[in-house]
T-cell receptor, first 113, second 110 residues
């Protein structure tokens, strides 16, 4: 079955530092999604990527859809305390077979002021 | 617009007591609905999903059950809670791109 590996598992950084996390899949997909879960809340969609090689930004967040269509990374620049939370990746074939999404195990981000 | 409601937000229940968590979706019809559990702020474990009224698929055998009595209502239940049932429970529906999650229920079994 499909496997999704997300790393790192956790990060402890100083406010102002940049953050990078990534996700790799055992299969090829046409859509990558990144979610953020604030403490005590449900995950919220941050960025959706639809094209291999695509680089998309959302404020201080930048995500890329890998050329091989098997990986994606998420960067956060100049981190701030409200970036704290768990970041999840997932991938799917948008417009195709609607199987259940598989989520990565998450990257837990802690930011020290 | 579509919204998802999940309640209660927090629940403390004694071991052996029953459980009922409710999730409703508004603004859409025949959604795919999901129940997830998250232990200790880590990964999302899919418990149940439903593609329609009365249709429930279980991903992990356990002390819990799910029901879908109406198109936009999804209920997570247990007849007798165990300590290991403690966790953060999330309901989600599939629409557009990806899933939209509810705000979660923090369940503590004591």
């Amino acid at each position: 079955g499909q496997q999704l590996n997300q790393s790192p598992q956790s990060m402890f950084i100083q406010e102002g530092e940049d953050v990078s996390m990534n996700c790799t899949s055992s299969s090829i997909f046409n859509t990558w999604l990144w979610y953020k879960q604030d403490p005590g809340e449900g995950p919220v969609l941050l960025i959706a990527l639809y094209k291999a090689g695509e680089l998309t930004s959302n404020g201080r967040l930048t995500a890329q859809f890998g050329i091989t269509r098997k990986d994606s990374f998420l960067n956060i620049s100049a981190s701030i305390p409200s970036d704290v939370g768990i970041y999840f990746c997932t991938c799917m074939n948008y417009g195709g077979s609607q199987g259940n999404l598989i989520f990565g195990k998450g990257t837990k981000l802690s930011v020290k002021p | 617009s579509q919204t998802i409601h999940q309640w209660p937000a927090t629940l403390v229940q004694p071991v052996g007591s029953p459980l009922s968590l409710e999730c409703t979706v508004e603004g859409t019809s025949n959604p795919n609905l999901y129940w997830y559990r998250q232990a200790a702020g880590r990964g999302l474990q899919l418990l149940f999903y439903s593609v329609g009224i009365g249709q429930i698929s279980s991903e992990v055998p356990q002390n819990l059950s799910a029901s879908r009595p109406q198109d936009r209502q999804f209920i997570l239940s247990s007849k007798k809670l165990l300590l290991s049932d403690s966790g953060f429970y999330l309901c989600a529906w599939r629409g557009g791109v990806g899933y939209t999650f509810g705000s979660g229920t923090r369940l503590t079994v004591v």
